[in-house]
């Protein structure tokens, strides 16, 4: 069974300071990680993917990505009241399977 | 920007009814997604549709669920007999590459069933 876990919160941050959000997974054989950001009662909203093992960066976002600790984050710096939601980490394990959710992370920031 | 579009927005339904749930994909995507998310739990996978049949389902996607794709760009998800646990907002995705890629959600489908 394939499980992507997060805490799901609340993690409360100031405006301006660095949201980190974590995920882990229970497969070794994983291929793609990618963070969405939900609103309450709105879809997912794809923000990062990451592929390989490192980091990457696009904006105020970087996703990491540690296959042999299986490990996923997420870090948005400069977090803004806008960026409150939920952050839904989810794993592609292998070729075209599903993705698996977790359950989410429910980051409020704080002006 | 392309996206994905599902009608309708809000479904009530009677206990035992029939309903359709639409979907447009993104025009170039080839891969095709059902999800649902119960309120306040994980969004959880229903189907995938590639080449025009079902390439992946859940244990959740039962004989009362079908999906089809009608003409080149809709993409439905029947239910036979709706269930009040079948209340969620229902999602549809899709993607270029299947999971190798990202997957593109629409607004979801909110059915109450009553």
């Known amino acids: 069974q394939k499980e992507v876990e997060q805490n799901s919160g609340p993690l409360s941050v100031p405006e301006g300071a660095i949201a980190s959000l974590n995920c882990t997974y229970s497969d070794r054989v994983s291929q793609s990680f990618f963070w969405y950001r939900q609103y309450s009662g709105k879809s997912p909203e794809l923000i990062m993917s990451?592929?390989?093992?490192g980091d990457k960066e696009d904006g105020r976002f970087t996703a990491q990505l540690n296959k042999a600790s299986q490990y996923v984050s997420l870090l948005i710096r400069d977090s803004q009241p806008s960026d409150s939601a939920t952050y839904l980490c989810?794993?592609?394990?292998?070729?075209?399977?599903?993705?698996?959710f977790g359950k989410g992370t429910r980051l409020s920031v704080i002006a | 920007e392309p996206e994905v579009t599902q009608t309708p927005s809000h479904q009530v339904t009677q206990m035992g009814q029939e309903v359709i749930l639409r979907c447009v994909p993104i025009s170039n995507h080839l891969y095709f997604y059902w999800y649902r998310q119960i309120l306040g739990q994980k969004v959880e996978f229903l189907v995938s549709?590639?080449?025009?049949?079902?390439?992946?389902k859940s244990e959740i996607f039962d004989d009362q669920f079908s999906v089809e794709r009608p003409d080149g760009s809709n993409f439905t998800l029947k239910i036979r007999s709706t269930k009040l646990e079948d209340s969620a907002m229902y999602f549809c995705?899709?993607?270029?590459?299947?999971?190798?890629?990202?997957?593109?959600f629409g607004q979801g489908t909110r059915l109450t069933v009553v």
């Open positions: 989810a794993g592609a394990f292998s070729g075209n399977t599903p993705l698996v």
């Open positions: 549709f590639y080449n025009n049949e079902i390439s992946e």
């Open positions: 995705a899709s993607s270029a590459r299947g999971t190798a890629a990202e997957a593109f």
């Open positions: 990451i592929y390989s093992n």
